[in-house]
């Protein structure tokens, strides 16, 4: 990569991670979860945005845009998967359109969602009722349990360690992540340093919306959370939310 921002250069002091906006596939496993004849897609990588994801893509890009200069991120890292990186259009289109310097971009494999393996396109009901020794099993080990030919919740940690390394590295001080859910939840626990537990009541309260975006300031000792799991109003499905 490219773009070293070198008037940037520094610790970090804000890094922003935002969840794709609402995809075609979020749709379809809500539908499957009550309707058992729904079509699943099968390819992770090529799932786009809906409508509502792209509005929510958008409503992020005008908030972030409506940051102070220095506080408007000059580094993004982001997913491979065609929603992550359709988000990131949506949200750099506002940043271009406001006149906002455009920040270096890197896309990494390792910000992918966690692969769920053989259950990759079936909803968690279908793996309750069809395979449920599976189920049992990742009940016994939430963070540890594989699927077959998967990952566990621990893979995805440990590559996500690699990332924060890098980027704390690389000198671009704002930086914002564009990932998914599993992502978000595990840069809590890297960057806040919290225990297992802790990270097993934040994901029983809810994981991170689409489009929502969590963001931490860096601190002396590492970072201070300063918003989880914050919405915009993308369209009507979406709840408003102020930043604070």
């Given amino acids: ?7 940037h250069a520094g610790a970090v002091e804000f890094v922003y991670v935002v969840r794709h906006g609402q995809s075609t596939s979020n749709v379809a496993f809500l539908a499957a979860e009550t309707e058992s004849g729904t079509v699943i897609p099968d390819d992770d990588l090529v799932i786009g945005l809906t409508e509502l994801g792209w509005r929510q893509a958008e409503s992020v890009g005008k908030w972030l ?4 200069a220095g506080d408007v991120p000059d580094m993004v890292w982001c997913s491979p998967y065609l929603r992550a990186e359709q988000t990131w259009a949506g949200v750099e289109r506002e940043l271009v359109a406001a006149g906002r310097e455009r920040p270096c971009h890197q896309v990494d494999v390792r910000l992918r969602d966690r692969d769920r393996g053989r259950f990759r396109h079936i909803p968690s009901r279908w793996v309750r009722e069809r395979f449920p020794a599976e189920a049992e099993a ?11 030919d998967g990952e566990s919740f621990r893979d995805v940690a440990d590559r996500l360690r690699e990332v924060v390394a890098e980027i704390e590295a690389d000198g671009h001080r704002r930086v914002l992540i564009v990932a998914h859910d599993a992502v ?3 840069l809590r626990q890297i960057l806040e340093g919290l225990g297992d537990d802790e990270v097993l009541a934040i994901a029983a309260g809810g994981l991170a919306d689409n489009g929502s975006i969590t963001s931490w300031r860096g601190v002396q000792d590492g970072y201070r959370l300063m918003a989880y ?5 993308g369209g009507a499905d979406e709840q408003g939310a102020s930043y604070s």
Wanted: with cysteine; glycine share 10%; proline share 10%.
């Fill in 1 to 7: 990569m490219s773009c070293p921002h070198v008037e």
């Fill in 138 to 148: 990742e009940d016994r080990d939430q963070l540890g349990y594989r699927p077959p």
């Fill in 184 to 186: 978000v939840l595990f």
């Fill in 229 to 233: 799991n914050v919405s915009f109003g």
């Fill in 65 to 68: 845009a409506g940051l102070d």
